[in-house]
């Protein structure tokens, strides 16, 4: 199955900026980026097609966030910039290799495999 390894987690202060990877083994169809804050529900952050290369980003990182895809290297990627407070959580990749499931592309039922997680820390 697809194994998912995130890297590029840490602190910075509010209005910083941080790089997320997520080095993807085997064919995915579909990327996402979910965060968890401590006693929140997980949350989809953005989802990218692997093959279109089209996006989706929940409406509090829009216009902060970008994700993509580098297919040289086969991982995903999360820029994250003017970083605030409250987008301090456990960041998760997923990954999915099929194209139908009626479910929404910001919901982790839509995928079948993820990361371990990766902390960002954004101090006031």
């Known amino acids: 199955q697809v194994q998912l390894v995130e890297s590029g987690g840490g602190s910075v202060q509010a209005g910083g900026s941080l790089r997320l990877s997520c080095a993807a083994s085997g064919y995915t169809y579909i990327l996402g980026w979910f965060r968890q804050a401590p006693g929140k529900e997980r949350e989809g952050v953005a989802s990218?097609?692997?093959?279109?290369?089209?996006?989706v980003y929940a409406n509090s990182v829009k216009g902060r966030f970008t994700i993509s895809r580098d297919n040289a290297k086969n991982t995903v990627e999360l820029q994250m910039n003017s970083l605030k407070p409250d987008d301090t959580a456990v960041y998760y990749c997923?990954?999915?290799?099929?194209?139908?499931?009626?479910?929404?592309?910001?919901?982790?039922?839509?995928?079948?495999?993820w990361g371990q997680g990766t902390q960002v820390t954004v101090s006031s």
């Open positions: 997923a990954a999915d290799m099929r194209t139908y499931t009626g479910y929404d592309r910001l919901l982790s039922r839509r995928y079948n495999y």
């Open positions: 990218i097609y692997t093959g279109s290369g089209n996006t």
